[in-house]
């Protein structure tokens, strides 16, 4: 960061600070009992994070009693916004009737249903806790279906936190080697050497570079995972013909092609493989399917998933609190509510909301992007269009911390990485407000633009 950028970003800081004391007190005291007053990284940022007393629709309220627009939805997991009514009524409903048992119960079925009717690629479900350990067992029974045990990711795919997906989340692209050969690197410390050496990375949305790793590897590899948008990545879109070509080669190599839906579960009622009509083999859920609680799935053709049948005795799949009822009860809640007219009005705010900002960076005579599509989009400050990951990398990540934090003094809380989620709790006013917010924190930022990146001054 040049030293312009780095004093504005400090002198937004302390305005952050300066209106959070009991934030910053609350901070303290979390640092007593957690490593660094914090339980989960990616919600972590300096000084210190917003501690939220409660959320209501499209707003969140913190400590110190601002109200934050909410562009976050906890990492694009509350389709809703906050506190969705049915969703807190059906909650509610199941506590009294017993939280969770040792025992199958209807609304297992009702879910699992709703998933398989609505997700081309799922014949039948299963549910887990979370979208890690749902990426976990698609990788599993992709190995125990073909008899191979590697796996292809692409670099930048985030696919949770399990030691094998732990591999070129976020890699730094001076020691990643070139994209034709790229290197495989751990995400954290700890994360199993071992383990990677069952991963090879190819580069998103470059069909030529992919085959040739496939042709490669096919006779060793399981399965090819990826997120048809690449959500943590920067929000990249694929080209269609990138996805039909995945489908096409791991169809003939006997490889299991997964996507992992657990964000873009949102974009249709059926998910990006509805939007895109390009239908995996297994499809891996999390965030809204479970309404705002824990929760993950993976589902998809019945000739695979019927390996988890009990009564074939083929593999073993337990967690005490999978299909958990008060998970199942505010999912259906959620899912029954996000029909074909809601997912349509979150996308058209999300039109709106990317329409405002390509008017904002033309007004403000800015060279820059916007990525994503449906209902989440990305701000990026680099001139070039993006296809993978390495032209994220490129671009100029610290300019979205500084106007994160901006938004945050003006009452808008996005991601650090420059990520915008819409919430069908939001209005067309709402999302203007948030366009009027990144409107006055960039032009604010202009004379920090113009020394850290002059290429996006027009
Ligand atoms: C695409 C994708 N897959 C998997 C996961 C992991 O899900 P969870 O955090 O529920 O374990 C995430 C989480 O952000 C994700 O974005």
Redo the contacts with the bound molecule.
Sequence with gaps: MTPEAEKYFDSLKETYASQRPKSEALHKKACRYMPGGDTRTATFFLPFPNFIERGEGAYMYDADGHKLLDFQNN?TSLIHGHAHKETVEAVCQQMARGSAYTAPFEKQIELSGLLAERFPGIDLIRFTN??????MHALRIARAYTGKAKIIKTEGG????TDVFEASVDPNIKKAGTLDSIKVIPESRGVSENALKDVLVAPFNDIERTAKIIEEHHHETACMII?PIM??AGQITPKIEYLTFLREITERYNIVLIF?E??TGRLTTGGAQKYYGVTPDIT?L??IIGGGT?V?AFGGKEEIMQMYDPRRKQMYHSGTFNGNAVTMAAGLATMKAFDEEKAAYVNKLGDRFRDGILGIYRRLGLNMQISGAGSIYNTLFTDKPVSNYRDVATAHEELNKILYMALLNKGVFNAERGMFCMSTAMTESDVDFGLDAVKSALGDMLPVIAAEAPELIL
């Design positions: 990492y979370s979208g890690t350990e749902a990426n985030y696919h949770g936190t997120e959500g943590s992992d657990v964000v891996t999390g965030k824990p993950g």
